[in-house]
């Protein structure tokens, strides 16, 4: 299943997945630091969305309470719990 999470309060805009049952692949981001969008996506390839929200869920970027990681977390989040509602 692919999805599509429109962030909110980062630079990122807008973060692209797949999952396979609750494993997530091929992270895409719009917008935000290239260099950490390129990272965070082969970190969390492979893993599974309970996984992910382990490890980078509540991240802070400059005090805006999120962050690109956050997001992706929350995102991964909303796609499983689209997946089931699908």
Same mark, same amino acid.
């Given at each position: ?7 909110? $309060? ?5 973060? *692209?997945?797949?999952?396979? %049952?609750?494993?997530v ?6 917008g /935000?630091?290239n ?10 390839? $492979? ?5 992910? *929200?382990?490890?980078?869920? %509540? ?9 690109c /990681?956050?997001?992706?977390a ?13």
């Amino acid at each position: 299943m692919t999805y599509t999470y429109r962030t909110k $309060g980062t630079c990122s805009s807008m973060i *692209e997945l797949e999952l396979d %049952g609750n494993v997530v692949h091929n992270v895409k981001f719009t917008g /935000g630091c290239n260099g950490n969008l390129q990272a965070i996506p082969k970190l969390v390839e $492979g893993l599974t969305v309970e996984q992910v *929200e382990e490890k980078i869920s %509540g991240i802070s970027c400059n005090g805006r309470g999120t962050s690109c /990681g956050d997001q992706l977390a929350r995102a991964c989040r909303a796609a499983l719990e689209a997946s089931k509602n699908a």
